[in-house]
């Protein structure tokens, strides 16, 4: 019983690199979200999605893309990472409507670190 | 636009006290509200959610919170902690939109 899982689970990248996340849920779920954590911050969404094709801005967008081509899978792209987007990154889902609307489900997070 | 404020960011308690994590939200709707815990090292989990019903809600691990709604308010409370209770703490509420907003988190340190 996977639920979430995301790869990598750890990257040390060079400013102005490039890399994507990649989030698989098993779960059916229509929502997929990305968060990333930083101490005292909480958790901030950066983007989601509610539907396959579909992707929106959360509160942290910048320099991140996303992409959602198939429904159980949900990318984040960094174009030319930064040392600001050093962070833990948290993919989640949920389903849409109904009992349990609004409950997340994560992955295990991905540590980014940007020299 | 909804919003959510935990008052209390670092608690530390001695084993067997009781706790209790504040929690206020702002959004003129129905809200579903829920409690996640952040165990060291691992990814946040759910420990109590509440979308309709009694106001009182059981989660896991002897964990409760109240919701009260003209005080806005979804506290959570244990009344007596454990060492393995370490953790982070969100509070979470998810309205119209359906898409979740956390709070910035309490990390609780229980001494043995």
């Known amino acids: 019983n996977a639920g979430v899982t995301q790869t990598p689970k750890f990257r040390v990248l060079k400013t102005g690199q490039s890399m994507t996340l990649l989030c698989a849920q098993d779960m059916n779920h229509e929502y997929m979200y990305w968060y990333r954590q930083d101490p005292g911050m909480g958790l901030r969404l950066i983007h989601y999605s509610v539907g396959e094709g579909t992707t929106a801005k959360g509160e942290v967008p910048d320099g991140y893309n996303v992409s959602r081509l198939k429904k159980q899978n949900f990318l984040l792209g960094l174009e030319s990472a930064a040392p600001s987007q050093t962070s833990v990154y948290f993919c989640?889902?949920?389903?849409?409507?109904?009992?349990?609307?609004?409950?997340?489900?994560f992955g295990e997070g991905s540590r980014l670190t940007v020299l | 636009a909804q919003s959510v404020s935990q008052h209390n960011h670092h608690v530390i308690l001695s084993e067997a006290a009781s706790l209790e994590l504040g929690c206020n939200y702002s959004y003129g709707g129905t809200v579903n509200l829920f409690w996640y815990v952040q165990y060291p090292g691992q990814h946040l989990q759910l420990l109590l959610k509440?979308?309709?019903?009694?106001?009182l809600v059981k989660g896991i691990k002897g964990f409760e919170a109240e919701f009260i709604k003209s005080k806005f308010s979804f506290n959570l409370r244990k009344p007596s902690v454990q060492w393995s209770d370490t953790a982070e703490y969100f509070c979470?509420?998810?309205?119209?939109?359906?898409?979740?907003?956390f709070g910035r988190g309490t990390s609780l340190i229980v001494h043995p």
């Open positions: 979470a509420v998810s309205g119209g939109s359906y898409i979740p907003t």
């Open positions: 989640a889902s949920s389903s849409a409507g109904g009992p349990g609307t609004g409950e997340l489900f």
């Open positions: 509440y979308f309709s019903g009694d106001p």
